[in-house]
């Protein structure tokens, strides 16, 4: 399915489509317009004349109307907004295959961890009522471990949307360890988004003992950040007018709502994107090509399903590329644990496997496939991804 081509002719009948519209509302304006021109002059005419002017007047109607031609234009535009909408069902016929069971092997699923799967996505996305339902229609239990983790994460986003910070500031207090761990700064902004809430109410002397008790903490690792806040305190009850105005920006309070998303879910040992939402984004990004390699396959009668890996590259956007793979130059074969990536002294990176087969010794000097340059075995180094 050629997701270019047919974006290329919906286009096209869009752009005929907003065209035509536009012509026609146009040419309505137009009568209109005549027509209300038509009626002044007819309220306004002489009463001893007024079957002449009449006629008269409607004459010039008729004629100026004429002149529009209406009904050849909106014609017109109809017939080439038809001919594209023509081509375009064409290019969906052409190239949309209702058939994509081609793209995937027959696989045996665990229908237990399939419904968990599926529970999970609607947790974590807040769909409470729905996930319980289904839960419930497919008869599983002991699912509360699921729903209520992501049920308190969404009432500590709905008090924070209420602008209440005290239960993202107490979830953050109990889990300040982690936060630490993973370089997070969540519990600072959370306090200075509460330290400048009080201080916006225009009340120094309360915001002043809150950045003794709850800033002061973070003062030697943070001394920048904690001297621009000391430094709002000249400007209680009008920060707006401050040098740091933008710390009262809305866009504040939605960045942290998301931070304290994500970071909940780090807690938890979930990622913040749902898994299951980014394996059908991925898989609707790769399914043209699957089926397009399934259709030369078979063309060929060869069965692709039995291969150990695509032989062709499947091509994601961004946002699906998680992780760097190395494939070696050599032996064209993905890294793995037991055959990771071997940097040479030259800058090259090989395989262990293609290094142990060139080397043929820990100790004999072999020269690099890509360059003049020779190592030995023991002056490669691996290399994390």
């Not at 665990?110 to 229609?137: K, P, S, W």
């Not at 709002?232 to 998301?258: H, K, T, V």
């Not at 749902?274 to 390699?293: F, I």
Request: net charge neutral.
């Amino acid at each position: 399915m050629e997701l270019a081509t047919l974006k290329d002719a919906f286009d096209r009948a869009s752009k005929k489509q907003k065209f035509s519209s536009s012509l026609n509302q146009e040419l309505i304006n137009r009568a209109e317009n005549e027509l209300e021109q038509a009626l002044k002059k007819i309220q306004s005419a002489d009463a001893d004349s007024d079957f002449f002017n009449l006629r008269v007047i409607l004459k010039e109607l008729g004629n100026k109307l004429n002149e529009m031609s209406p009904i050849n234009q909106v014609e017109g535009s109809q017939k080439e907004l038809n001919v594209a909408l023509s081509k375009f069902t064409k290019a969906i016929e052409k190239n949309f295959i209702p058939d994509i069971s081609k793209a995937y092997g027959n696989m045996n699923f665990d229908v237990r961890t399939v419904n968990l799967i599926l529970a999970n996505h609607f947790y974590r996305q807040g769909l409470f009522d729905l996930g319980d339902c289904f839960v419930q229609e497919a008869s599983e239990p002991d699912t509360a471990s699921l729903k209520l983790p992501f049920l308190n994460m969404y009432n500590i986003l709905e008090t924070m949307r209420s602008r209440d910070l005290g239960p993202a500031l107490e979830w953050a207090a109990a889990h300040s360890a982690h936060l630490m761990s993973d370089g997070s700064s969540l519990e600072l902004k959370l306090h200075r988004l509460q330290f400048l809430d009080i201080l916006h109410r225009g009340d120094k002397s309360e915001a002043l003992r809150y950045a003794r008790t709850y800033l002061a903490p973070f003062a030697s690792l943070h001394k920048v950040e904690i001297q621009k806040l000391m430094a709002c305190l000249l400007w209680a009850g009008r920060l707006d007018q401050s040098p740091y105005a933008e710390f009262m920006s809305p866009m504040q309070w939605d960045r942290m709502i998301e931070e304290v998303s994500q970071q909940f879910c780090s807690v938890l040992g979930q990622s913040h994107e749902s898994p299951l939402g980014v394996a059908v984004t991925a898989g609707v990004q790769g399914l043209p090509t699957l089926l397009k390699l399934a259709s030369v396959m078979a063309a060929k009668k060869q069965e692709w399903l039995s291969m150990k890996q695509l032989p062709v590259p499947v091509e994601l956007g961004r946002d699906l590329q998680f992780h760097s793979i190395f494939v070696c130059p050599v032996l064209r074969e993905q890294g793995s644990d037991e055959n990771p990536p071997m940097l040479m002294p030259c800058g090259h990176v090989l395989s262990k496997q293609s290094i142990v087969k060139l080397s043929k010794s820990s100790t004999r000097p072999f020269k690099c496939p890509y360059c003049p340059l020779e190592a030995t075995f023991s002056q490669c180094k691996q290399l994390h991804f």
